[in-house]
């Protein structure tokens, strides 16, 4: 929707499996945001759009990914960051979703409302994971873990 807009990758293979309820570090996730150098702030929207790579790898397969099939879904996970360091409970945002016969992937910008991301509380970072049924025990996702991120909308609460 705007120029420039942020593409995002996400390595599975570095990052902590289930960061909910641990403490942030910077340098212990590979795809977080910093907003503001003080005080904490509520998102009210930010808009979110598939990647390229993982479109197609999801619609035909790739030479990592698999092409999806019924009961497939790949996810953007969104975690905020409170001033003490804690992180919240993830918002789900799915990209892809296979169900019976039809493969489900927005192709335009959707909007996550800040009725949904008030559910992260008063935050100075987000942190972004993704998710994918098409994954490997040891390496991660095999879906291309990138997604596009635009619009970030914050208000200062302190």
Not at 8 to 25: E, I
Not at 111 to 136: H, P, R, W
Request: proline share 5%; with cysteine; hydrophobic share 35%.
């Amino acid at each position: 929707t705007g120029d420039p807009y942020i593409v995002a990758y996400w390595s599975s293979y570095l990052d902590p499996k289930n960061p909910q309820g641990t403490t942030f570090t910077e340098g212990g996730f590979s795809n977080w945001i910093k907003i503001g150098n003080t005080g904490t702030y509520q998102v009210k929207g930010l808009k979110i759009n598939m990647h390229p790579w993982p479109y197609y790898g999801c619609l035909n397969g790739d030479g990592f990914a698999k092409k999806f099939v019924s009961g497939d879904h790949f996810e953007l996970l969104i975690y905020g960051v409170n001033a003490s360091g804690i992180i919240s409970a993830p918002i789900t945002h799915t990209l892809a979703n296979h169900t019976g016969t039809s493969l489900v992937m927005p192709t335009g910008w959707v909007d996550i409302t800040a009725a949904k991301l008030s559910n992260l509380g008063e935050v100075k970072y987000l942190i972004f994971q993704m998710a994918s049924t098409d994954s490997d025990p040891t390496y991660g996702i095999n879906t291309a873990a990138y997604f596009c991120l635009d619009k970030l909308s914050v208000k200062r609460v302190d």
